[in-house]
C-alpha cells in the first residue's frame, strides 16, 4: 500500500522546483511484507493532469537521508528519460521516433473524440516501444504482423494494436496500406454477450445507490446514483446521458416518461451525430421517482458535454474524468472487501446496455432498425451481439407461428 508522510511531501514540494517539468511530482512509500520501506516517484506528462501518470521506484529507502533520496530522484529521471528516448526510437534522427511523431500528428488532427484520440496515442506508443524493444521496423510487414499476433485475436486490443500498426505501416512507407488480412484480424467474440441479468436485482442495487446518496453529503454519491439510473433505464452509454438536454435545461424543465425521448448527442470514436434518451423500464422509473431522474447533481451539469453541437476536445476530456470519477467511486463502494463485487457487477454500465438491449429485442412490435436507433448502434452489431437470442432464431419463430 502506497502512503506519504509530511517528509516526504515536504521533500517532493523542494523537488518540484528543482524538476519543474515533471508536473506534480510527488513521492510515496510502500512497505514490503518484509519491513523494508521503498520510496516510489510519480508525476504527470502534462500539466493540466491529462497526459499519463508515470511511477518510477527510486534506488533508495525511506531510512536514507533526504540527500540520498533527492540522489536518487535525479538518477531515477535521468534513467526515464534515456529509456523514453530509446523506446520511442531514439532521438530526433532515429526513424522510429521520425514516424512516432509524425503518426501523433496525423492522429492530433484527424477529428477523433477526446477519449478515442487518447487512446490511439497510448497505442501508438505501445507499437513504437514493442518495435524497439523487439529489434522491429515501421517499414516491416513482417514485425507489424507479429506485433499484431502477440494480442488476442478476440479481445478489443487486437483491434487497437491494428489500427496502431496500419498508422504506423502507412506513415513508414509513404502512404502504403498494411493489409493485415483476415487471419490477422480482429475475431467477433462468440455470441452471448450481454447475458441477462435479474432485473429486480438490478432494481435492488441501484436503490441502494440512492439510499447512500441520501445518507452521505458527497455529491458523488448523487452523481453515480443518478448516472446509473439513466443507463439502466435507456441503455445509453454513459457519455451519451453525459451530453443530454437533461445537464444544460433548468432541473424539472425535461420531459421524463415511459417513451419519451430526451435529446442527447452520440460522439463515440468521433462520430458526433444527434440521439436520443428513451427510457424503456417503467418499474425503475417508478421506484426511483421522476422529479430524481429530472434533477441531475450540479458536478454533472458542470462537466456535461453538448447535446447540440459538436463537443470540444476539452469538454469531452472534463466529462470522461467525470464518468471514470463515478466509476472509481462505483468501485470503492461496492468493492471487493466489503463483499459486494456481485452488486457492483450488476449495475456496470456495459451491463445495464447489454440488459437494456435484451429488453428492447423481446419487443415483437420493435423492428432492427429502430431497436438500433433507440441505442445508436447498427443492425449489424446487435445481430453479432446478440445472436444467442431468439429472435435471430429461425426455428423458433417458425415454431412460434405455425407449431
Excluded at 443518478?226 to 451519451?240: D, F, I, N, P
Excluded at 459486494?340 to 456496470?348: A, N, T
Excluded at 420493435?366 to 445472436?387: F, H, K, N, P, V
Aim: with cysteine; hydrophobic share 35%.
Amino acid at each position: 500500500m502506497r502512503r506519504n508522510s509530511a517528509r516526504l511531501r515536504q521533500l517532493a514540494n523542494y523537488l518540484r522546483g528543482v524538476h519543474s517539468e515533471r508536473h506534480g511530482l510527488s513521492l510515496r512509500r510502500k512497505t514490503r511484507p518484509n519491513g523494508q520501506e521503498l520510496i516510489y516517484l510519480s508525476f504527470n506528462t502534462r500539466p493540466d493532469g491529462g497526459g499519463d501518470q508515470k511511477w518510477l521506484k527510486l534506488e533508495a529507502t525511506y531510512q536514507d537521508t533526504d540527500v540520498a533520496i533527492s540522489r536518487a530522484v535525479d538518477q531515477a529521471l535521468v534513467d526515464f528519460e534515456s529509456d523514453a528516448k530509446r523506446n520511442a526510437g531514439g532521438p530526433v534522427g532515429s526513424s522510429l521516433g521520425v514516424y512516432q511523431r509524425q503518426a501523433l500528428l496525423r492522429v492530433e488532427s484527424s477529428g477523433n473524440s477526446q477519449k478515442h484520440a487518447a487512446r490511439r496515442v497510448k497505442w501508438l506508443k505501445e507499437c513504437v516501444q514493442w518495435l524497439s524493444s523487439n529489434k522491429g521496423r515501421a517499414t516491416s510487414r513482417e514485425d507489424l504482423l507479429r506485433w499484431i499476433q502477440s494480442w488476442p485475436e478476440e479481445a478489443r486490443s487486437r483491434r487497437d494494436a491494428i489500427s496502431a500498426a496500419c498508422l504506423l505501416f502507412n506513415i513508414a512507407t509513404d502512404g502504403k496500406a498494411l493489409n493485415p488480412g483476415k487471419e490477422n484480424g480482429y475475431q467477433q467474440p462468440a455470441a452471448g454477450q450481454g447475458t441477462p441479468v435479474d432485473p429486480e436485482e438490478v432494481q435492488r442495487v441501484i436503490m441502494s445507490l440512492w439510499v447512500r446518496a441520501e445518507a452521505e453529503t458527497t455529491e458523488l454519491a448523487h452523481a453515480a446514483a443518478w448516472l446509473t439510473s439513466w443507463v439502466a433505464l435507456t441503455g445509453a452509454r454513459g457519455a451519451m446521458v453525459m451530453a443530454s438536454e437533461l445537464l444544460w435545461d433548468e432541473p424539472g424543465r425535461v420531459d421524463v416518461a415511459v417513451g419519451r425521448y430526451v435529446r442527447c448527442r452520440d460522439s463515440k470514436r468521433g462520430r458526433n451525430r444527434p440521439a436520443n434518451l428513451c427510457p424503456s423500464w417503467r418499474e425503475l422509473l417508478e421506484a426511483v421517482g421522476i422529479e430524481r431522474l429530472q434533477k441531475p447533481p450540479k458536478r454533472l451539469r458542470v462537466a456535461a458535454s453538448p447535446y447540440d453541437a459538436k463537443p470540444t476536445q476539452e469538454q469531452q476530456r472534463i466529462t470522461e474524468q467525470e464518468l471514470n470519477a463515478v466509476h472509481g467511486w462505483i468501485w470503492r463502494e461496492l468493492s471487493d472487501d466489503k463483499e459486494l463485487k456481485v452488486d457492483r457487477e450488476l449495475i456496470g454500465l456495459r451491463t445495464l446496455r447489454h440488459n437494456a438491449a435484451r429488453r428492447l429485442l423481446e419487443v415483437k412490435q420493435l423492428d432492427l432498425l429502430q431497436i438500433a436507433g433507440l441505442l445508436s448502434t447498427s443492425e449489424e452489431m446487435l445481430r453479432s451481439t446478440y445472436a444467442d437470442h431468439h429472435r435471430f432464431r429461425s426455428h423458433e419463430i417458425i415454431r412460434e407461428v405455425f407449431g
